[in-house]
């Protein structure tokens, strides 16, 4: 059951109640009980305080049928994002698969929600590719908010691995002026399947399927001088050599010339059912290789690899890997986003 501020609530477990003070998101609400205190509590565990409520007044005017089902829907739902503890995701835009049982995380429906942790607000149009290329969102979300799009079953899981988001960013009085961005949803189908691809963060309320759409530093900044236009390398490019095919490194880009690419197993293949040790460690050097050689070809500055810890059999063969290149610098990551599970190589500009 869906509950306003105001509303007066009783809990279903516990004696007492209080007053609604404020809606967290499409599960989770805020209430001051008759204590005086205030704490978040789950929807499912509220019930309406049915004593307080007055008498419903006679109808006088009621709805013309042709408005019923527009004062049917219910309007997009738009809360804040994680107001209980610091984000530590980077600014940016987020695409979320946010299942409804937490302690299932592969079954039940989940909601589809787009976060907004910029300080612009943000306008998008969300388009998928199911038998033909269809439109099935678009409004808006102020800053640092997130919007559910829609809640899927599991069986409607096909409808949504493919797509496109396009955005524009808005706020009166802009640090800087963004070019829109029009972002590929591309997510293998095997990851809705996996326990381990559900990941916790501080973006969504729970273990959520998190696709970074675009990061704020990752963004074009718009202008109208001269000077910062030639001196702009993106601005320049586009000005001097046709558009070129989307690179394997472009997939895993966050930022200007930097990329973080993940080689657990389960982020490179839907099924590892029958294969070796040996096998998978083939996979991922083979994945590191074609990607690093493609970022040394597009002038990527600096790939982040997320080896993860188990034996460290990946992370000693990418160092012996390394040997072989050069102009390349390999340290650690930085344990405050990865923990001691990943390297960053970077690689020098050539002459």
């Known amino acids: 059951m869906k509950f306003k501020v105001g509303d007066k609530v009783k809990f279903i477990d516990e004696i007492g109640g209080g007053v609604v003070t404020g809606v967290l998101d499409s599960k989770l609400v805020r209430v001051k009980t008759d204590d005086g205190f205030e704490m978040p509590v789950m929807s499912m565990n509220l019930m309406p305080d049915y004593r307080s409520m007055p008498a419903p007044e006679p109808v006088r005017n009621p709805i013309p049928p042709n408005l019923i089902e527009k004062v049917a829907e219910e309007p997009d739902f738009i809360s804040d994002i994680n107001p209980w503890r610091k984000i530590r995701e980077e600014q940016g835009v987020y695409l979320g698969f946010e299942p409804h049982e937490q302690q299932w995380l592969l079954t039940g429906d989940m909601d589809v929600v787009l976060a907004n942790n910029t300080p612009y607000e943000l306008l998008y149009s969300v388009f998928m590719k199911r038998d033909v290329v269809e439109g099935v969102d678009f409004s808006s979300v102020p800053p640092n908010s997130k919007i559910v799009i829609e809640t899927i079953g599991r069986e409607e899981v096909e409808n949504w691995i493919s797509g496109y988001i396009q955005i524009l960013f808005h706020s009166d009085t802009p640090d800087n002026v963004y070019l829109p961005v029009h972002s590929v949803i591309d997510i293998k189908t095997g990851r809705f399947f996996k326990e381990g691809s559900y990941k916790d963060n501080t973006i969504f309320n729970g273990k959520a399927i998190v696709v970074n759409v675009i990061t704020l530093n990752a963004m074009q900044v718009a202008t109208t001088n001269e000077s910062d236009r030639k001196s702009d390398p993106n601005i320049s490019q586009s000005k001097t050599i046709p558009l070129r095919e989307k690179q394997l490194i472009d997939k895993y880009k966050s930022a200007q010339g930097e990329a973080i690419v993940d080689l657990h197993i389960a982020e490179l293949v839907d099924n590892i059912l029958g294969l070796s040790s040996l096998d998978m460690i083939n996979i991922q050097i083979d994945t590191f290789r074609k990607v690093l050689n493609n970022a040394m070809k597009n002038d990527y500055r600096k790939v982040t690899f ?20 050069e102009g390349l610098e390999n340290t650690m990551a930085s344990i405050a986003k990865f923990g001691v599970g990943a390297l960053d190589v970077n690689i020098q500009k050539k002459d």
């Open 306 to 325: 997320i080896h993860g810890v188990g034996n460290g059999v990946l992370k000693s063969t990418i160092i012996r890997e390394l040997e072989d290149y």
